[in-house]
């Protein structure tokens, strides 16, 4: 008796679906509202009603962003900014998620409570200073400055301590100490092939910010030739009168990489947030 | 496990086991245990090292030094940097500016966060049952979250345009009349809002869905029995027990909330509008504040230090405030 009425309780009426669906329309809506402007020509947006159909117009709009501002060079800039970070935040992190989670040393659990109260401090807030530093360096205006305060971070460590604690058998670890195994050796050999799945879904999540990263690249970045996509884009939106195609265009060129990404991962990037979540 | 065994078995090919006639013991092995206890003691502190180097250079450091600049009269322009206490504080206090700032960042946090999270409940809620297509839903849930600040900026302000808006066209046709969003205090704010709500909302769904996946069943099996609706269930079953994940987001997308930056600089058409948060500020936040002050007019490094140093201390603040109240909700429910 009690199986029916399980299955006949969680069968879910037809008005979640129409929520759901309705939810999924205003999700999915605005991005494909930009392909829409993005393939039409600028003098159709100022028809009423708006257009609601693709235009034919993709390709010349295409090339017109990239006559208008250096945005190959962007692309490349932000391909180079972001695989640099993700590389960099998932070995560290590893690291140290390995050594927080497994390995005893002295004041760990105070370390490890002092990354996750970082987590709420937002970096924003050391902004000039950081500036300050990059001048000092030498690095404004130059990749670097994007790239070296963005190689590590807390939300890393702390998820790979998470998951190494429960995905790592201790058993594992003690076996290949008796075999005479250096930590180096079981961290090349047990404890990377363990973190891979975690790994990936750190590297993509971290791939992601760090390609949508606006404030710290607008402000540390000048020259056009060194622009992220983002800072690229915003610059197509500056000036007085805003041609929306083109803007768009870039908009859309900007996020189509990472839709591909999501449309081919989003099943493991929506794992991994779940269980970076704090459970209940 | 203890330190004596590994050295018992020395795995053949070890490079110590090549070098024992240059450390004293009979065979080598006090070498090798002082190897394991060193590896033992000391990998640890080594494996977190570069994490904690470069996150005290790039990150503590200049949290900290950002104090010291802001009691300074710090500027790129000039070569000195003048001690003058507290002046820039006092300065900011007096800023009705300052405090425009704070009221249209708390404005528009408040328009952004608190509808969010309700709806990120229901849709979790509706995601934990058994439904055709789970993976289909959820992605789509998260599809926003993969878009750049810059694009749904981007895209929201030509949604929100005003003589050739897609919202406004739909205001028109239902008889509505067409709204001047950019130009309004309030309807600047939801406009941005409702940017911020869009692209977190799933994100958020999807975090609750975690945290309500770890609800015993049986609970809600004789709530059912006993015939509660599911929004009873909702309200006295599912958000007391996730009150953590709940307090959790609260306080992330406060912090977030706290720091809007990208929507309202896009949102305003073009030139120093985009500094200003429209032309009377009616949309200019915090970190527009800051930004203004630190990176647009004379590089006033001192001033938007204390400017940081204010939202921080208005983060933390608002941070407990939301933790205390969410848990007295939850006790007097």
Known sequence: MSTVATIRRYRPPRLAYLTLLAVLFFSGFPLYFSLVVASQDNSALGRMPPPLLPGANLVDNVRRVFETVPFGAALVNSLIV??????????????????????????????????????????????????????????????????????????????MTQYLREALPTELLEAGRIDGAASHRLFWHVVLPVARPAAAVLGMLTFLTAWNDYFWPLVVLSSPDNYTVQVALSNLRSGYVTDFSLVLTGTLLATVPLLVVFGLLGRHIIGGIMQGAVKG | MTTTRPAATVPPGAPSTGTPGRHRGPQGTSWQQRRYRWDVKGTPYLYIAPFFILFAVFGLFPLGYTAWVSLHDWSLLSDEQTFVGLANYRELLTDAYFWNALRNTISILILGTVPQLFFALIIAHLLTMRLRGQTFFRLGMLLPNVA?????????????????????????????????????????????????????????????????????????????????????QLTSITIPMIRPTIIFTVIISTIYGLQIFAEPQLFAGGGQDTITGGSSRQFQTLTLYLYEHGFNRGFQFGYASATAWVMFGIIVVVAAANYLLVRRIRSSA
Do not use: C
């Open chain 1, 82 to 159: 972001s695989a640099t970070i993700t590389a960099s935040v998932v070995l560290f992190s590893t690291l140290a998620g390995f050594a927080f989670a497994k390995l005893k040393f002295r004041a760990s659990n105070t370390l490890l409570l002092l990354v996750v109260a970082t987590m709420m401090v937002p970096a924003q807030l050391g902004i000039v200073p950081l500036y300050l530093m990059m001048i000092r360096f030498g690095w404004t205006d130059s990749l670097q400055a994007v790239i070296v305060p963005a190689l590590v971070n807390a939300f890393g460590v702390f998820f």
């Open chain 2, 148 to 232: 750049s600040v810059v694009a749904v900026a981007v895209i929201f302000s030509q949604l929100f345009g005003r003589d050739f808006g897609l919202i406004n066209w739909v205001l028109e046709s239902i008889g509505v009349g067409r709204i001047d969003w950019q130009a309004g205090t309030a309807s600047s704010h939801i406009a941005i809002a409702v940017m911020i709500a869009w692209k977190w909302t799933g994100y958020n769904a999807l975090i609750y869905l975690a945290a309500m996946q770890a609800v015993p069943r049986d609970l809600y099996e004789s709530a059912t029995l006993d015939g509660a609706s599911w929004w009873r």
